[in-house]
């Protein structure tokens, strides 16, 4: 009898032990470590461009600063800042042109006189009266007195600073009744249609530039608003001092623009039509400089390592080491390793660019 309790009591030690025993724990309900979770891309095919950076102001071409050879004090100024002019009109006189009408009216009195002469020498050579060479040397004091005249008129417009062309009056800088010497700058203006965009690059990326490239840019009066030009003027040399390269661009929209605007701009090098492409963000480069990518194929991560060619604000070109429709990690690689098993948590959706269009990056 005695014997039969302790067996029991044996048993129930050993039932015991087998439940808080940690062995107990394992088996196959046990818990797993969850695959890492990454957001996949695809690479595809688009158009892509290559392009850099720089900034730049509306400027006009066509500007001038006018003034007169005569003096004298300003009268008559007709205008003001922000006034549209018509080629030919008058914008203010200079005073003391009294010598000068005076001089005008002597050399139209002579010149009518001399006319007469003309004819009435002419008139007499014809009927023989006197000899031939008297009409030359009175065609030639006529031809003088005509020169005359000329000299003087131009002399009295000196005192009236006309519009050389239509524009725009940007500057006024004098007032009635101000004395002002020869040669001083009265009045700015400039032409509206000959409006550009001017900017500079660095020297660095002064041989890419080429006529006729296309430049996109934005100006805050026109915010959110991608406008375009064209590079339509490329200066002969380097600024010395800054070491950059002046370029101007002709905008492709008709727009109210104002000369001194700030523009921001992107100027397009190069372009591949049909490029395979991958978002910059799948792209990793290594302690040795090497740039790498991982690819998701069957549930596993491959490191790749890849040849880039142009990149963009958010797209780089692949030259080797992913293929067309391949899906590369763009988020959960920091610390992936090459064939670890993954869980892919999302993927970017097709079509997505920095553009906004479907199929071209820049």
Do not use: H
């Not at 005359?148 to 006024?172: C, F, H, M, N």
């Not at 490029?275 to 090497?290: F, L, Q």
């Not at 970017?348 to 553009?355: D, F, I, L, R, Y």
């Amino acid at each position: 009898m005695k014997l039969l309790t302790v067996f029991l009591r044996f048993i129930l030690v050993l039932t015991a032990v087998a439940i808080t025993s940690p062995l107990g724990a394992q088996g196959p309900e046990a818990k797993t470590k969850p695959l890492p979770a990454v957001v996949t891309a695809q690479a595809r095919s688009m158009a892509i461009f290559g392009s850099f950076g720089a900034t730049g102001s509306i400027e006009a071409v066509k500007l001038a600063k006018l003034a007169s050879p005569a003096e004298g004090p300003v009268s008559n100024c007709k205008v003001r800042e922000g006034d549209r002019v018509r080629q030919g009109e008058i914008l203010l006189k200079i005073g003391r042109t009294k010598s000068a009408e005076a001089l005008l009216l002597s050399a139209s009195e002579d010149l009518r006189k001399e006319e007469e002469e003309a004819r009435r020498i002419e008139q007499l050579v014809q009927n023989g009266a006197i000899p031939g060479d008297q009409l030359g040397i009175s065609r030639a004091s006529l031809q003088k007195a005509r020169a005359q005249t000329v000299k003087v008129r131009e002399s009295l417009d000196d005192y009236s600073v006309t519009a050389p062309w239509a524009g725009i009056v940007t500057k006024v800088l004098v007032n009635d009744g101000n004395f002002v010497s020869p040669r001083t700058p009265l009045i700015e203006i400039y032409d509206p249609t000959s409006l550009v965009l001017r900017f500079a690059v660095p020297e660095v990326q002064a041989a890419e530039v080429r006529l006729g490239m296309a430049v996109e840019f934005q100006l805050d009066a026109f915010q959110g608003k991608n406008l375009k030009a064209k590079v339509s003027r490329i200066y002969p040399e380097l600024d010395r001092r800054m070491r950059t390269l002046t370029l101007e661009a002709t905008p492709e929209e008709k727009l109210e623009l104002i000369p001194g605007m700030f523009a921001r701009l992107q100027v397009v090098t190069k372009s591949v039509p049909g490029a395979t492409v991958i978002p910059v963000r799948a792209v990793t480069i290594t302690p040795k400089g090497e740039k790498v990518a991982y690819v998701v194929q069957s549930g596993k991560s491959e490191l790749r390592k890849i040849d880039v060619g142009i990149e963009s604000r958010d797209y780089i070109e692949i030259l080797k080491g992913v293929m067309l429709g391949e899906m590369v990690v763009i988020e959960g690689g920091d610390n992936l390793k090459d064939g670890a098993e993954v869980r892919v948590a999302g993927a970017e959706t097709k079509g997505e660019n920095p553009s906004g269009k479907q199929g071209q990056a820049q």
